[in-house]
T-cell receptor
């Protein structure tokens, strides 16, 4: 079945450091890929998405590129802030009425001043 | 903006009780989902519904049931609560996926403790 693998956390960075969170996937067909973010005490929010190979999703300074050849969708940000501290989930879904989503296990990011 | 509202942020119940978790969405979404979130395990799908009165089992349906009598409301029921059901429960909704790339919209979660 479909699966998503993320790097284990927690990831601790100093403010203004460069962030990469690795994500790889296994799926048949042509999934859409997502990054969700969960701030403390809240539900998940969609951060960015990409729908086909070589698409780049971006939002709030975060970027991720859909790489079909390496089945990857790594999340990057050039300069993190304390307010970026959260848990980040990589996910995929495939076209179809139910829109089931397969999530990775999440990566906790802590940014220290 | 889509609003998914879960009835309780925190809930404490006793072993053997019947527990109801309620979720309401205000954007006329066809699909609704219940997940549980546990450290190290990420999100696991319990049940989902693609229409009123329709339901499908997810990956971990044992010990749970659901009800969807109205399009906007999706209830999760713990028939006889047990301590291993202590968890964070997340509700989500989405448009139908006949058009690709419909993201899920989440509520803030209910942290349920079973004593």
């Amino acid at each position: 079945g479909d699966s998503v693998t993320q790097m284990e956390g927690p990831v601790t960075l100093s403010e203004e450091a460069f962030l990469t969170i690795n994500c790889t996937y296994t799926a048949t067909g042509y999934p859409s890929l997502f990054w969700y973010v969960q701030y403390p005490g809240e539900g998940l929010q969609l951060l960015l998405k990409a729908t086909k190979a070589d698409d780049k999703g971006s939002n709030k300074g975060f970027e991720a590129t859909y790489r079909k050849e390496t089945t990857s969708f790594h999340l990057e940000k050039g300069s993190v802030q304390v307010s970026d501290s959260a848990v980040y989930f990589c996910a995929l879904s495939k076209a179809g009425g139910y829109q089931k989503v397969t999530f990775g296990t999440g990566t906790k990011l802590q940014v220290i001043p | 903006d889509v609003k998914v509202t879960q009835s309780s942020r925190y809930l404490v119940k006793r072993t053997g009780e019947k527990v109801f978790l309620e979720c309401v969405q205000d954007m006329d979404h066809e699909n609704m989902f219940w997940y549980r979130q546990d450290p190290g395990l990420g999100l696991r799908l319990i049940y989902f519904s693609y229409d009123v009165k329709m339901k499908e089992k997810g990956d971990i349906p044992e010990g749970y049931s659901v009800s969807r009598e109205k399009k906007e409301r999706f209830s999760l029921i713990l028939e006889s609560a047990s301590t291993n059901q202590t968890s964070m429960y997340l509700c989500a909704s989405s448009l139908t996926g006949t058009v690709r790339n419909q993201p899920q919209h989440f509520g803030d979660g209910t942290r349920l403790s079973i004593l």
